[in-house]
């Protein structure tokens, strides 16, 4: 298990993609199945800066745990902000057009759809939002 704690902000989504890159390296990770766990953490890590701690700036931890048979990896996203559950939100109907659908759970719709597994749940004042991707 490797973990990284550093400042929700937009600016170190980049620092954490590079976090998790390094890992998926050392597992000779497919490039598409990269790209969507890179995908997923924009979105994750975005939503955290973005809403978590909002107006203020807080931490947010990324752990990375590698299981075997089948080989995949999971990305976990904690942080100490407003509790809130991205999976309670129903996903949005694509069938309508952008201008008849509601604003926002698209991204999180996307990560649904590109990972394998994903679960939340809210423990000990932590968020705690888990992905998980067969690589």
């Given at each position: 298990m490797?973990?990284?704690?550093?400042?929700?902000t937009v600016q170190n989504i980049e620092k954490v993609t590079a976090f998790v890159d390094e890992q998926l390296a050392q597992l000779n990770c497919p490039l598409k199945a990269q790209?969507?766990?890179d995908i997923a953490i924009d979105e994750l890590f975005g939503n955290i800066a973005h809403y978590a701690y909002n107006p203020k700036t807080g931490p947010?931890?990324?752990?990375?745990?590698?299981?075997?048979?089948?080989?995949s990896v999971v990305v976990t996203f904690i942080d100490n902000g407003?509790?809130?559950?991205?999976?309670?939100?129903?996903?949005?109907?694509?069938?309508?057009?952008?201008?008849?659908?509601?604003i926002g759970g698209l991204g999180i719709f996307m990560v649904k759809k590109c990972?394998?597994?994903i679960s939340y749940e809210y423990k000990d004042g932590q968020n705690i939002l888990c992905i998980k991707k067969k690589i």
């Open positions: 490797k973990e990284l704690t550093i400042d929700a790209m969507q766990i947010a931890t990324v752990r990375i745990d590698v299981l075997q048979d089948p080989l407003k509790a809130y559950d991205p999976l309670a939100r129903e996903d949005p109907d694509i069938s309508l057009t952008a201008q008849e659908r509601e990972m394998d597994e």
